[in-house]
């Protein structure tokens, strides 16, 4: 069966540090890879994605993410933080199947101190 | 204004009432979807569509049920409401390309007593 585990359910930070948010997944066939975002009393907004291609890929907000096939993983990561980068952040998996499902982390609290 | 709408944004009822929560989309997707969130669980899927005539059960499915009652609407009804219903709802619509991105709506909060 297909999953996406994102061990870290929240994520203190200070402003302007870096940050790295961690997202591995588990599936028997080819997959795409999404970071999704959500702000407080908001719904989730698309950060990236990887289809294909590099595996560095570029989001919104100065957001990057690597996809690593050899560690089935898709790490989210930021140089300096802001304190409006505060919210959730949801990993989640296409499978390359005619489902067109999307299977969902338990997502990461962010939270960005001053 | 937004391209997904959902209805009410925030409902309280009580235990065995029928309850329905509506989304409209401007979008122009054919796919549609229902998720339910609850803290520390992620999102998951409850039901979706890919077109008017066909709906299709997500992982959570029982205790639910929904209608396509248009390519831009689609709702999702509790026939009787119980407490561990309580969550945020979201629905959201994706066109038909590979990747298949999905756009989400704001979410109604339901809160069963």
């Known amino acids: 069966a297909q999953s996406v585990t994102q061990l870290d359910s929240q994520v203190p930070v200070f402003e302007e540090a870096p940050v790295e948010l961690r997202c591995n997944y588990s599936?028997?066939?080819?997959?795409?890879l999404f970071w999704y975002v959500q702000y407080p009393n908001q719904g989730l907004q698309l950060l990236l994605k990887y289809l294909s291609g590099s595996t560095l890929v570029k989001g919104i907000n100065g957001f990057e993410a690597e996809f690593n096939k050899s560690q089935t993983s898709f790490h989210l990561r930021k140089p300096s933080v802001h304190i409006s980068d505060t919210a959730e952040y949801f990993c989640?998996?296409?499978?390359?199947?005619?489902?067109?499902?999307?299977?969902f982390g338990s997502g990461t609290r962010l939270l960005v101190r001053p | 204004d937004a391209d997904v709408t959902q209805t009410p944004r925030n409902r309280i009822t009580k235990t065995g009432k029928r309850i329905m929560l509506e989304c409209s989309q401007t979008k122009g997707h054919d796919r549609m979807y229902w998720y339910r969130q609850d803290p520390g669980l992620g999102l998951q899927l409850i039901y979706y569509s890919f077109d008017v005539k066909d709906i299709n059960k997500g992982e959570i499915s029982d205790g639910y049920s929904v209608s396509r009652q248009a390519q831009a609407k689609f709702s999702l009804s509790l026939e009787s409401a119980i407490p561990n219903q309580t969550a945020l709802y979201f629905c959201?619509?994706?066109?038909?390309?590979?990747?298949?991105?999905?756009?989400f709506g704001p979410g109604t909060r339901l809160t069963v007593l």
């Open positions: 959201a619509t994706s066109d038909g390309t590979a990747y298949n991105e999905q756009f």
């Open positions: 989640a998996v296409r499978l390359m199947d005619s489902s067109y499902k999307l299977i």
């Open positions: 599936s028997s066939v080819s997959v795409y």
